[in-house]
């Protein structure tokens, strides 16, 4: 079974600095996607970015930027200027590519907590 | 507006009683899904549905009941069986498409008094 992993509880930054949260995963498959979900106070749950396993090129949305490293198995999330809006439970996710669509479930990590300094 | 509602936003139930929570999503997909969410725990699946009257378990099933009669919907049902009730519940959708994500509802928090 695939896990994800994520060993910062917590994590803090000053508004306008850069941050990396980090991820690692453990799988044995080689096609699957890895996400990275925002969930702010209202505990809405909002898709950030998305990376699919077989290109190499790391994903990018506005401020945010992922370092993926396949053999490594390490997805870690980079936020660029952070911002007040930023703060937030982060969540890394995988889901398998193999298997029915519908039957492809996300396995979340645990969550960072993201907090902002003004 | 395209999206998912889930209500109740609170639900507060004496111990012992079973309690249904609605899902209902307007985007078209096929696909459903139950979450829950505890402290520290990250989302783990409940249930999920890929067709109408369709439903597998996911690897919390104890406890929890669904159906799936319509295409828009996939209401919960926690009983009293499930030990540990208290929590915050997701429901979410999916399109067809392996590059597609899920999209969640805004959550319903139960509590078990």
Known sequence: ?118 | DGGITQSPKYLFRKEGQNVTLSCEQNLNHDAMYWYRQDPGQGLRLIYYSQIVNDFQKGDIAEGYSVSREKKESFPLTVTSAQKNPTAFYLCASRERGAYNEQFFGPGTRLTVL
């Not at chain 1, 396949?70 to 007040?84: E, G, N, P, W, Y």
Request: with cysteine.
């Open chain 1, 1 to 118: 079974a695939q896990t994800v992993t994520q060993s910062q509880p917590e994590m803090s930054v000053q508004e306008a600095e850069t941050v990396t949260l980090s991820c690692t995963y453990d799988t044995s498959e080689s096609d699957y996607y890895l996400f990275w979900y925002k969930q702010p106070p209202s505990r809405q749950m909002i898709l950030v970015i998305r990376q699919e396993a077989y290109k190499q090129q790391n994903a990018t949305e506005n401020r945010f930027s992922v370092n993926f490293q396949k053999a490594a198995k390490s997805f870690s999330l980079k936020i660029s200027d952070s911002q007040l809006g930023d703060a937030a439970m982060y969540f890394c996710a995988y889901r398998s590519a193999y298997g029915r669509q519908g039957a492809q479930k996300l396995v979340f990590g645990q969550g960072t907590r993201l907090t902002i300094n003004p």
